[in-house]
């Protein structure tokens, strides 16, 4: 079976990343969204919560599933018996830190990692900018899907709600 992992943060999930992982499921048996636990990075959402939203708006590619790692990608790569990772590039700012990441885990493990060029009307998409323009109250309805949305605004509200660090 040809099997293909697509890893990120997906801090959340956006159409973005669902472009490339609805295009993969066409070219490959089985993509695996793989949610990466990062501990040096804050996320807005917990692993279950991401992973809960890839599910939700990835259930109607039935050869996609998710799953969630903390460590090296090829750790994960090796330990589910996947050889090649696949990501989207949106521009040549994505280019020189993927090339370095593909370079340094074909090294490692022996991983390939494939580029898809990201759709043109996602080109500019990133969690973060979705993040930050949802947190000034900004309309983001076209960059997530309307699951992610609803729990982007819920939680969003609830962090307003809490008191000032001072
Ligand atoms: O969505 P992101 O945060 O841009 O995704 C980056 C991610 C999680 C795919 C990348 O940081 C990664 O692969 N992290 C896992 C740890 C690892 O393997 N590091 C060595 C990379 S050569």
């Known amino acids: 079976m040809n ?51 890839a599910r939700e708006v990835s259930s109607k590619y039935p050869n996609v599933k998710v799953d969630s790692w903390s460590g090296l990608l090829v750790d994960y790569c090796k330990a589910n018996s996947i050889n090649t990772i696949i990501k989207g590039l949106r521009a040549v700012t994505d280019f020189d830190y993927e090339l370095q990441m593909s370079q340094m885990n074909l090294q490692l493990q022996n991983v390939e990692t494939l580029f898809m060029s990201t759709s043109p009307s996602h080109s500019f998409l990133s969690s973060s900018l979705v993040k930050e323009i949802a947190s000034y109250g900004g309309d983001v309805s076209s960059y997530i899907p309307a699951p992610v949305l609803v729990r982007l605004k819920a939680r969003l509200d609830s962090l307003a709600a809490l008191p000032e660090e001072k």
């Open 3 to 53: 099997r293909v992992v697509c890893p990120g943060s997906f801090d959340p999930i956006t159409f973005g990343h669902l472009d490339i992982i609805a295009r993969a499921s066409s070219l490959f048996d089985e993509v695996v969204i793989a949610v990466m636990v990062n501990k040096t990075k804050k996320t807005l959402f917990t692993v279950e919560e991401r992973m809960e939203m």
